[in-house]
């Protein structure tokens, strides 16, 4: 793969998997667009690595806290966490439906769905939800007030992402302004939920490098760029986003895909084989 093409997917991958506009949309777009082959199987390892280090090290000492309380433990210094000793077990529990959703839907999310008319209108569907969540949402609770139905409604919300176009963080955050959470929490609580969807995302993707001839090709020169590059600016997305939103509401997104998806439905109209 071409250096640039290297360093172009692996900014698109960082600066998007955390945003609530669509990783998947905008790599597959920026792909079709420009006439790229799609990305192989060691680059998608390379962005699933580096989107999985960058959530990691941002949220090492929140992950620390939240595995110690859920084992009885009493570490962190994190008052929101500390007052939920549950949320590591609410955690793995909204991880349950995006498991199943991707044993029944693999291929059809990795083939069938993967067209621009349904990344074009999962963005704008997914956009008018937001749009919905952040004027119905009431915006009073936190992480510490999170409970057993809180973490099914987001986790179903999250087993959505799977359609290209939706966004894990949009569908989630969204779900979570619809049960009333802060931005800022609904966003904290979806980039802490991502980490084991996108951690069995790699795993998987490495098994299936492993059985098809062996993991070399984690030490080349294309794999690591990608794994550093989308793990840095993944990071400094996240830190900005979450200082976004302790000020700022999410409708600026929600402008961005649905004039988004209408450019991409547009595109797909007009270069539609006759």
């Not at 991958?13 to 597959?28: K, N, R, V």
């Not at 000492?61 to 590591?88: C, T």
């Not at 029944?104 to 074009?120: D, M, S, Y």
Request: net charge positive; aromatic share 10%.
């Amino acid at each position: 793969m071409p250096i640039l093409q290297v360093i172009i997917l692996a900014l698109v991958q960082g600066l998007t998997e955390f945003l609530p506009i669509s990783s998947t949309a905008h790599l597959y777009l920026t792909s079709w667009l420009f006439g790229w082959q799609l990305e192989g199987l060691d680059f998608d390892i390379a962005l699933h690595l580096g989107t999985l280090l960058a959530v990691l090290l941002y949220f090492a000492r929140d992950w620390f806290q939240l595995i110690a309380q859920g084992f009885g433990l009493r570490v962190g210094g994190d008052e929101e966490l500390s007052h939920n000793r549950m949320l590591l077990w609410l955690l793995a529990v909204a991880s349950i439906p995006i498991g199943i959703a991707g044993v029944l839907f693999k291929h059809q999310a990795e083939e069938t769905w993967r067209n621009p008319f349904v990344i074009g209108g999962m963005l704008i569907v997914v956009g008018v939800l937001m749009y919905v969540a952040e004027n119905a949402g009431r915006r009073q609770r936190d992480l510490s007030s999170l409970g057993m139905p809180d973490a099914i409604t987001v986790g179903i919300a999250q087993a959505l992402a799977i359609v290209p176009g939706c966004s894990r963080s949009g569908i989630t955050i969204t779900a979570g302004l619809f049960r009333n959470m802060t931005r800022e929490s609904a966003a904290r609580f979806s980039f802490l939920l991502s980490t084991p969807a996108i951690a069995a995302a790699a795993g998987s993707a490495l098994h299936g490098m492993y059985k098809k001839g062996g993991l070399h090709g984690v030490l080349s020169t294309d794999f690591l760029l990608g794994v550093a590059i989308s793990a840095i600016t993944g990071c400094i997305v996240i830190s900005w986003f979450l200082h976004y939103l302790r000020r700022s509401g999410l409708r600026p997104f929600v402008y961005y895909r649905i004039v988004f998806g209408i450019i991409v439905l547009a595109l797909a109209f007009i270069r539609r084989p006759a």
